[in-house]
């Protein structure tokens, strides 16, 4: 079992950052591949950036050269840095964690692929 915890949520002005952070417990963190996913009111759960066991990462168009996704095995967490947020930043976001990967596999980026999940934090961005 893997318990996923995120942290670092809130409500920012367009134009500002925000850093979310995602604390894993339980199995081996470094065995994981880690993702960030988003929810916003009345649409489905989106992909907004994933890391593979070995640092590979992918981003969602959208986010792409605003978010950067980190991760600390040592530490066992997950970092998604969000810079220049934008108002349609706006959403619940979730850490996610996909077991029986193998250290070359590519991110993966569909919900369906992960898991376990934490329980989401609100991320608010007003115009």
């Known amino acids: 079992q893997v318990q996923l915890v995120e942290s670092g949520g809130g409500s920012v002005q367009a134009g500002h950052s925000l850093t979310l952070s995602c604390a894993a417990s339980?199995?081996?963190?470094?065995?994981?591949?880690m993702g960030w996913f988003r929810q916003a009111p009345g649409k489905a759960r989106d992909i907004v950036a994933s890391?593979?066991?070995?640092?590979?990462?992918t981003y969602a168009d959208s986010v792409k050269g605003r978010f950067a996704i980190s991760r600390d095995n040592d530490k066992k967490t997950v970092t998604l840095q969000m810079n220049n947020l934008k108002p349609e930043d706006t959403a619940v976001y979730y850490c996610a964690a996909k077991s029986g990967t193998i250290l070359t596999s590519p991110p993966a980026t569909r919900s369906e692929e992960y898991d376990y999940w934490g329980q989401g934090i609100q991320v608010t961005v007003s115009s």
């Open positions: 339980g199995r081996q963190f470094s065995r994981l591949a």
């Open positions: 890391i593979g066991r070995s640092g590979g990462t």
